[in-house]
Each structure stands twice: as C-alpha cells, then as structure tokens.
C-alpha cells in the first residue's frame, strides 16, 4: 500500500499506512502559513478491500466549520469525480471507501491542475475574439496570464472577472472554463450580445503558485491575495499588483471575483454595501444582477451568504470591495460550496466542477441583464 501527493496540487502527510483500516494522514501547511485545508492524494492498495483514512488534527485547520456534513471526492480517472463515504467527529475526518481499481485519487474538491489552465488559456487564444497577455511573473516565476475578450471601442463596458485567488477554491476556475466556452462561442446568443457592448478582462487563476503547490489560501510566501488589494506589492504580492494595474489602464465598469466557501452549502454573492461611495444605483444594479440570476438557474439563492457590511465599513483590503469602490463599480465576489448545493442536493456528486462550470455560463447569461446600466 502506498499514499502520495508528489503531483500537482498534491498535499498530504502520511504518519501511519500499515493496515488499510488504520491509515493515519495529515494536511501540511500552506508554506509560510498556518492556513490548511486542502487535500489532494492517491492511493494504490487492492482493489475491493475496505479502507478507512483518518486525516487528524483538523479542529486547527483554516475553517472547522467546514468538514461538517462534508464529503470527499474521489476519481479513478481524474476526469469524474465522484463523493466518497466520509464523516467528521472531535477534528478527525474519516473516509470509509472501498476502492474498485488499485489506484485511487482523493481530493478536497475536484482538483483543477496547471496544465488544464494552461489549456484553457491556449484553447481561449485560438479565437480571433481573444487575446492572451503576461502581466507579469509570480515569486515562483510563472505567468500571471490576462485573458481580453472582444474588440475594445468606445462607448464599450469594461468587465472584469478573477478566480481562484485561494488556490484551492478550484470551483472557480471550473466556473471561469464555463463562462469562456459560453463567450467563444461564435453561435451563443449571450455571448454575442454581450461582445456587442462590452470588452472581457479574465483572469483564470490569480494564484499559480499556490494552485501547484497545494495550497488552501495563499501564494507562495504565505500570503492571502484576497487582503493584498489596498495595497500590494511586487515583494509579497504581485499577482495582485500587476492585475489592479492593469485595471487601471484598461479601466472597469463591473467586476466578478470568483471563490468557493468551506462551510455554507449554498451558491451566493456578497455585495459592496460597506464601501464609502455605495449609493442608489450601486444598490440597483447589485439587485438587477441578483433577481436575473434567480430567473436564469435554481443553483442560485440571496436567503443564505455573508453578513452584509455596515455602511462606510467594507474591508477595502477585499478585492471586491476595494475595485468596487476605486471604480465606483458594481462588484461581486461569488461563492460557491465545497459540500453540495442543499436546496438541490446530488448525493453522488455533490456540487461539483461539472455544476461550477454550468454556473459559470448561467453567470454569464445573467451579466446581459445589466450590461446596459453600467455606466
């Protein structure tokens, strides 16, 4: 029997796999963080034989609200994935499975590996509407990838959208491969009637780093990019520098900032309530986006999220907040669940990265309501 993690976005700590009913894990760290959630490991042991894996000491880990009611995913392949048996009592997560191939993969969420984004990034290139730019590098060297969207012209809306700055909320890119199928194609009416009046910056993974290195929620030095927007830096932050630049010379008239949340079983946005220049029509256009979602997919709901922010007290560290309130802009992050959407529960698959990337779509399908209203 053996367990790994020496791949891309793997993270796991063996402390005992001598018998299969008494395998003992752990979750390491995100580097130069205390932050830890993510998992992603296989397993290669005897087909049809029962394994129960204990992953221990998660009452520590970033969010312990989240592994109730909870289940893993599991793959034999690395393209289904699927729910496993899996419970969570005193911080310790136990996963009862007996697997029916020799080699098994176990992860957090539906894993979304570099050279998918690589893919993804190539695969959006390839169309005459889109065109890919590097901003800039990450502290590990690699690209901070800009996807543009449409032919810029005057008088044309500015829309941003952003994902996976916690690289482990990997429904986010799912979500954005979603969204960028919708846009590119060349027979979709939304699309067109969007690549009409308005210009896509799409950023699909803000964190690389993080992504390979199996991080939850930061960068390579530790670092949780969603705190990093007031003021961020080529030291500790560039993906964050190099993308609000670029908002800056390109301008924005709406921004969606995609993540996933560890512990609520719903899909729901949080607003920009808090931000100083909130006024009237940043309320109308937050309702307008929100009552068009709700028409467009049930996966959506506005009765359960965050606690809305008190006037004049938004964190301007968010990304959310602190664009919202540079531009003047309606902005969103959206957030997705880890377990299963409860007001449409699927006990096989849970909410999943087939069920993110069609959120995406509908996400986009929804931006026509308010494209118009902007500015």
Known sequence: MKITSNFDSGNIKVLASNEPLDIQLAINNDNESEFFQWFHFRLESTPF?????????????????????????????????????????????????????????????????????????????????????????????????????????????????????????????????????????????????LLSKAVFYVVPNMNPDGSVRGHLRTNAVGVNLNREWAEPSLEKSPEVFHVLNKMHDAGLDMYLDIHGDEALPYNFVAGSEGIPSYDARLESLENDFKAALLTITPEFQDEFGYPKDAPGEANLTVASCAVG?????????????????????????????RRSYQFGQDTLAAIVSVVDKLR
């Open 49 to 193: 034989l029962q394994h129960k894996m204990q992953i221990g000491g998660l009452e520590k880990s970033a969010y312990p609200e989240g592994w109730d009611d909870y289940q893993a995913v599991a793959s034999y392949d690395r393209q289904t994935w699927f729910r496993v048996p899996t419970a969570y009592e005193n911080g310790t997560l136990t996963i009862d499975f007996e697997p029916e191939q020799s080699h098994t993969y176990f992860a957090y969420f539906a894993p979304y590996s570099y050279e998918r984004h690589l893919d993804l990034l190539y695969w959006a290139q390839s169309h005459d509407a889109c065109e890919i730019e590097t901003l800039g590098e990450t502290l590990d060297g690699r690209d901070i990838s800009l996807l543009t969207i449409g032919e810029p012209e005057e008088g044309k809306k500015k829309i941003w959208i952003t994902a996976r700055q916690h690289p482990g909320e990997t429904m986010a890119e799912w979500f954005v491969e979603g969204l960028l199928h919708k846009l590119l194609d060349d027979e979709d009416p939304h699309a067109a009637a």
């Open 325 to 353: 309130e540079a531009f003047k802009a309606l902005a969103y992050t959206i957030e997705m669940p880890f377990k299963d959407n409860a007001n449409l529960p699927d006990p096989y698959y849970g909410w999943s990265d």
